[in-house]
Nanobody, 126 residues
Framework: QVQLVESGGGLVQAGGSLRLSCAAS????????MGWFRQAPGQARRFVAA????????TYADSVKGRFTISRDNAKNTVYLQMNNLKAEDTAVYYC???????????????????WGQGTQVTVSS
């Protein structure tokens, strides 16, 4: 069983920055691929970014490329999402997730993730 706890959400003005953190339990964190997803009101949950178990490979949704950066610290069992130049359309609940059986490329589909955090709200005012 893996437990995930997100933090770092909040209210920020357009153009500002936030850094989300996701702390994971479990001794095999370094074996997992990690992903961030988001869900805006009335919309489906959507992929944002993912990082391989080693941290060497990352993938991003087109809507956040060049603005968001995903990273991980396996010594701290934590994955991060640095969000810069935030826009009103980035407003959503952000979730981190674990792929406990990863391949070479971190997945973008929510169906490939086994464990989810409770989410953290990010609100960007325009």
């Amino acid at each position: 069983q893996v437990q995930l706890v997100e933090s770092g959400g909040g209210l920020v003005q357009a153009g500002g920055s936030l850094r989300l953190s996701c702390a994971a339990s479990g001794r095999t964190f370094s074996n997992y691929a990690m992903g961030w997803f988001r869900q805006a009101p009335g919309q489906a949950r959507r992929f944002v970014a993912a990082v391989s178990w080693s941290g060497r490979r990352t993938t991003y949704a087109d809507s956040v490329k060049g603005r968001f950066t995903i990273s991980r610290d396996n010594a701290k069992n934590t994955v991060y999402l640095q969000m810069n130049n935030l826009k009103a359309e980035d407003t959503a609940v952000y979730y981190c997730a674990v792929d406990s059986n990863p391949g070479m490329v971190p997945p973008t589909s929510s169906y490939q993730y086994d464990y989810w955090g409770q989410g953290t709200q990010v609100t960007v005012s325009s």
